[in-house]
């Protein structure tokens, strides 16, 4: 074959330009789908595929163009047009109109995509930016040489100090120390500790401690490559000094080699040296470590550390930042009031800031020292010093989404600080049920679920996973109670001491009309638990499901005036309410009442809003009770109107559907079931709701009336053939656990 004629062919046949023009049309394409298909939120395999099938297409493009020529009468098999009677020179001019039509749609593109796409990115992810713009880095723990067990902590608060030296630095990216410490003892390819912790670098070392010496071996490692930045051996007199020099010494070599601007304030940060006793440091490092595993009985000893060490001396201001921090996890874990802890903390805070104003852990203390006394806003203001001063305090992030999302109702900062802990300590266990909260918070439910799935894996034994596999479970999004229930019974097998998972299978057990189940589970609260909210609370719940007050008469109404319950027991006073009721005391079920909700006991200058409607329909139904039909008739006129306005307030939240559950009621109670019947199948079909509101649906004097209905009926089958399948469901898994009772089945 002869080349040249083969190329000459190959341009008559305009091979070259289809080649051209079939590469513009084939970039542009993917570049409008690489930038367009994420803002859908596609799947990244899309993507790949779109540019699979434009990889594909370009041989068989050539191969077609080589085969195959447009003439007059049509698409034909090159061979079979006669030279003379081709057409290719007037193709290959359209051709080129085609590549100049496609070179601008492409310039446009590309202007555009600079313009908008790229502005829309940076605002976007403006609190992101400097993930990208900092050095980052993950301090692995140093491995203990010492031969001495008892020296671990030693090792370990050596790597934690480093750690926290980098973090303080602004340009650096620094991994958490959860998730930095999840590598310790592993022998694992450093390229998959970077891309796990999502860092470029890694530091790694060695301690060993004999007599009154100490050798620390540290050496810097880039993750994609491997190369050996840097290593050094220290080897001095075990003084505090020598360690905080060679603290020093290794964080500024580590931000050379990164090549990390060091501001003023940065600089006086690596020069701190919090104490000068080695012994009274060494019990600091200790009680650090012991602090981080959340055990009340280590968390006591560590406070006596922290004494300790204080006691050596009085002016180390991390330890007594610290010293605080352990009161509040003592009061968390353990039982001292709160009343208690407030005072334990606040000499601790205040000594702590007023030997370091600028100490990042003793703003995290003050913070939660005003989230103890309810003062939320001076407590946002101290986290968010906190974190300014100390980026990669993730328990700081922890601690301010609580806030927002429990006490100030700002969710969407809730979620950020959520999604951000998530980023700076990627392997945590909070950390990650932290994240799944966030996407729950934000509805999305799969990406919600792959959190969770994703601790169980990495955390196996993190209790609060299965509490949040729990909650998303028994979310209308998948309306399953039963594996809500078999996600705390795991909880609660991991930590029988949890009453929060004894309280959530009460109310599971309930909702699926296992009482006996429930009762077990009750009683286990009462046992060991007689006097907690938890206990108290399910009394109350207990009772409503099955009219059987024991629990209430027994236990909750010798504590329900207690005067140190935290919150106010409004819940109780409600419980006493309907006790009142149960009993057919109408006027000490108002009296109840009135300590409940005082507001509703003049109808007639009610005014309703989002926070208090709720709160009609049982006065109704008191004022019902107790004769007052007037009242009652105008409380049910109030509340169905007020609902009526408000029912799609937050049509996708919980809110919403018990406003629209409230609107079923009211209908109900006027007789327009034909009404009922869209909302019904918002409610229970489309909105996939299993929980309390059915409880309550069917204690409605109406609601039999109302099944009389063959479209409510229907409805109506349906979800209880679900629930009666769940219910199945769930007492099969208790036999497999053997966890069933043989008497349970009489019932």
Not at 80 to 91: K, N, P
Not at 118 to 136: G, H, K, M, V
Not at 158 to 184: C, I, P, Q
Not at 352 to 377: H, M, P, Q, R, T
Request: proline share 3%; glycine share 4%; aromatic share 12%.
């Amino acid at each position: 074959m002869n080349i040249s004629n083969f190329i000459e062919e190959l341009k008559r046949r305009n091979v070259f330009k289809v080649a051209v023009a079939y590469a513009i049309a084939g970039w542009l394409i993917i570049q409008i789908v690489a930038t367009v298909f994420p803002a859908f939120e596609f799947p990244g395999w899309t993507t790949q595929f779109v540019i699979i099938l434009v990889g594909i297409g370009f041989p068989l493009a050539l191969i077609f163009a080589w085969a195959f020529e447009l003439t007059p009468e049509g698409l034909k098999k090159s061979k079979e047009v006669d030279i003379t009677e081709s057409v290719t020179d007037r193709t290959g001019k359209k051709l080129n109109g085609v590549i100049i039509s496609v070179l601008s749609i492409a310039l446009f593109f590309v202007v555009t995509e600079r313009v908008f796409f790229a502005e829309a990115s940076f605002i976007e992810n403006q609190s992101e930016l400097a993930d990208f713009q900092t050095a980052s880095i993950a301090v692995l723990p140093f491995v203990n040489m010492s031969g001495d067990e008892n020296n671990e902590f030693f090792s370990d608060g050596l790597s934690e100090e480093l750690l926290n030296a980098l973090a303080k630095v602004k340009e650096m990216k620094v991994a958490g120390r959860t998730s930095s410490f999840k590598f310790k003892g592993k022998n694992e390819d450093l390229k998959i500790v970077g891309d796990q912790l999502g860092v470029g670098h890694i530091l790694e070392g060695s301690v060993r401690k004999a007599g009154g010496r100490v050798r620390i071996t540290a050496q810097l490692i880039k993750v994609d490559d491997g190369f050996h930045m840097w290593s050094e051996t220290f080897d001095r007199e075990l003084t505090a000094t020598n360690i905080f020099e060679i603290q020093e010494e290794i964080s500024r070599t580590v931000l050379s080699e990164l090549k990390v601007h060091l501001l003023p304030e940065d600089e006086s940060e690596l020069d701190n040296m919090p104490t000068t006793d080695v012994e009274g440091y060494s019990m600091y490092l200790k009680a650090n470590q012991l602090v981080v595993n959340r055990d009340i009985d280590e968390i006591n000893i560590a406070i006596d550390l922290y004494k300790q060490a204080l006691k050596i001396d009085p002016f180390f201001a991390e330890a007594h930042a610290r010293l605080a921090i352990a009161y509040d996890l003592q009061a968390y874990y353990g039982s001292i009031s709160r009343e208690q802890e407030i005072e334990n903390m606040s000499t601790h805070v205040e000594q702590a800031l007023s030997l370091d104003d600028n100490l990042g852990e003793a703003y995290a203390a003050l913070g939660l020292l005003y989230d103890n006394k309810s003062d939320f806003v001076e407590a946002e203001k101290a986290y968010l010093k906190s974190l300014e001063l100390n980026p990669n305090l993730s328990d700081v992030y922890n601690w301010l989404g609580n806030l927002y999302t429990d006490d100030l109702n700002e969710f969407q900062k809730g979620n950020d600080l959520y999604k951000r802990m998530y980023k700076v300590d990627p392997l945590s266990p909070l950390s990650i049920y932290n994240r799944a909260r966030a996407s729950m918070n934000e509805d999305k439910y799969e990406e919600a679920l792959s959190f969770h799935e994703k601790n169980r894996k990495i955390n196996p034994e993190f209790v609060p996973t299965y509490l949040g596999l729990a909650s998303l479970k028994s979310d209308p999004h998948y309306g399953r109670l039963d594996e809500a229930f078999m996600a705390v019974h795991k909880a609660y097998q991991l930590d029988n001491n949890f009453t929060r998972s004894l309280n959530i299978m009460v109310t599971r057990a309930l909702e699926l009309d296992l009482e006996p189940v429930a009762r077990h589970y009750m009683d286990i609260l009462k046992r060991n638990y007689p006097e907690s909210l938890d206990y108290l609370n399910r009394a109350g719940t207990f009772a409503s499901y099955t009219d059987d007050y024991s629990y209430v008469e027994q236990d909750m109404l010798p504590n329900v005036e207690r005067s140190d319950w935290v919150p106010n027991p409004a819940g109780f006073y409600w419980t006493m309410t309907d006790y009142a009721i149960y009993k057919k005391e109408p006027q000490i079920a108002l009296d109840w009442f009135a300590k409940f909700d005082s507001t509703f006991l003049n109808p007639e200058d009610l005014v309703l809003n989002l926070q208090n409607a709720w709160h009609t329909l049982p006065l109704r139904t008191l004022y019902e009770f107790a004769g007052e039909i007037e009242k009652a008739n105008l409380l049910l006129d109030k509340f169905c109107a007020f609902s009526k306005v408000n029912v799609d307030t937050y049509p996708q939240k919980e809110e919403g559907n018990w406003y629209l559950f409230d609107q079923v009621t009211c209908l109900m109670e006027k007789e327009k079931i034909d009404e009922v019947i869209p909302i019904m199948t918002t409610l229970y079909l489309d909105r996939n709701n299993r929980g309390g509101e059915i409880r309550w649906l069917k204690k409605d004097e109406k609601f039999q009336q109302a099944m009389e209905h063959p479209e409510f009926k229907k409805i109506m089958d349906i979800v209880f053939a679900d629930l009666r399948d769940q219910k199945e469901n769930l007492i099969a898994y208790l036999k497999a656990e053997g966890d069933w009772k043989e008497e349970w089945e009489e019932n």
